[in-house]
């Protein structure tokens, strides 16, 4: 497997609490994404880094902020969790973009909000 | 505008029966194209890339510019490649997905 993990693996929140989901890749790579994945709408990018302090939305970014102070954390803040919030969360990694330059995935985050 | 439209959500086969789960891409320039699989509780894994023209556990991809797709075949399917697949478009910095295709295999 690529070094990439995810923290926590599973969790359950409160509507209204603020959550921090963790990736972390031992790769050095420079491309980090956070996808959430739900029935129906596949995997939806939430926000990308594309190096130290550069990130950038994606298309359900909405109630969702990251941060990127070093090129092997990559955080995902819910500020204020709510239940549409509730889902699988894949955090990515890739080297580049381009031709031929794989994405290597974790292994997911559930968080139920309640 | 980037976008990748997986148009079934569930395919279901008989084992031994050909396969082919569609994707079409809208991009403008010429597209870097994936197919991605994931198996049951298993993290998303790299299936095939259209730049190598490879045939991965029996699959292939052909990209058709004229008709902005890029299809994933196997002419006999397993029961193993019962999985959750998705088409990926990874041209610029953002790596955009389809909503994926359920394939399952029955023996």
């Known amino acids: 497997d690529a070094g990439i993990t995810q923290s926590p693996r599973h969790k359950v929140t409160e509507t209204g609490t603020p959550v921090t989901l963790r990736c972390h890749q031992t790769?050095?790579?420079?491309?980090m994404y956070w996808y959430r994945q739900d029935p129906g709408h596949g995997l939806r990018l939430i926000h990308y880094s594309y190096g130290v302090k550069d990130t950038d939305k994606g298309e359900v970014s909405d109630g969702y902020s990251v941060s990127r102070s070093k090129t092997e954390d990559f955080l995902l803040t819910l500020e204020s969790a709510t239940s549409s919030q509730t889902s699988v969360y894949f955090c990515?990694?890739?080297?580049?973009?381009?031709?031929?330059?794989?994405?290597?995935f974790g292994q997911g985050t559930r968080l139920t909000v309640v | 505008a980037q976008r990748v439209t997986q148009p079934e959500k569930l395919l279901s086969v008989f084992k031994g029966a050909p396969v082919e789960l569609k994707c079409n891409y809208s991009?403008?320039?010429?597209?870097?194209l994936f197919w991605y699989v994931q198996y049951s509780r298993q993290r998303l894994q790299l299936l095939l890339r259209h730049i190598s023209r490879e045939s991965i556990k029996g699959f292939t991809a052909d990209l058709n510019k004229g008709e902005t797709s890029f299809h994933l075949k196997k002419p006999f399917a397993q029961e193993e490649d019962s999985a959750m697949y998705y088409c990926?478009?990874?041209?610029?910095?953002?790596?955009?997905f389809g909503t994926g295709t359920r394939l399952q295999v029955f023996p």
């Open positions: 990926a478009l990874g041209n610029t910095d953002k790596l955009i």
């Open positions: 790769e050095n790579h420079r491309y």
């Open positions: 990515a990694i890739r080297p580049r973009t381009g031709k031929n330059t794989e994405a290597f």
């Open positions: 991009y403008s320039g010429s597209p870097e």
